[in-house]
């Protein structure tokens, strides 16, 4: 079984910078790349970005130069550094670990945390 559970979310005024951390236990983790991903009210999950086992960061366009995706493979600890926070950026983060393979699309993860909620005021 595996675990994930985010931290770090709050709220923030535009312009602001928050950190996410996910904390992965069970037999997860070793090997598999992890991502990031949101869902704000009345909108689908989407991708924000990724990170591979070996460390190599995909981002999608609307917070390249923002967000920097990082991990621990020794504290099996994923983390998002947000900054440069816009109010679009508002919504509930989660971590994912991914199958293998691609990693831009809620269906390539098969676990998931519970949420954070980031809120970024105007």
């Known amino acids: 079984q595996v675990q994930l559970v985010e931290s770090g979310g709050g709220l923030v005024q535009a312009g602001g910078s928050l950190r996410l951390s996910c904390a992965a236990s069970g037999r997860t983790f070793t090997g598999r790349a992890m991502g990031w991903f949101r869902q704000a009210p009345g909108k689908e999950r989407e991708f924000v970005t990724a990170?591979?086992?070996?460390?190599?960061?995909y981002y999608t366009d609307s917070v390249k130069g923002r967000f920097t995706i990082s991990r621990d493979n020794a504290k099996k600890t994923l983390y998002l550094q947000m900054d440069s926070l816009k109010p679009e950026d508002t919504a509930v983060y989660y971590c994912?670990?991914?199958?293998?393979?691609?990693?831009?699309?809620?269906?390539?993860?098969?676990?998931w945390g519970k949420g954070t909620l980031v809120t970024v005021s105007s």
């Open positions: 990170i591979s086992w070996g460390g190599r960061p």
């Open positions: 994912a670990q991914g199958r293998g393979g691609s990693y831009s699309s809620p269906d390539d993860m098969d676990y």
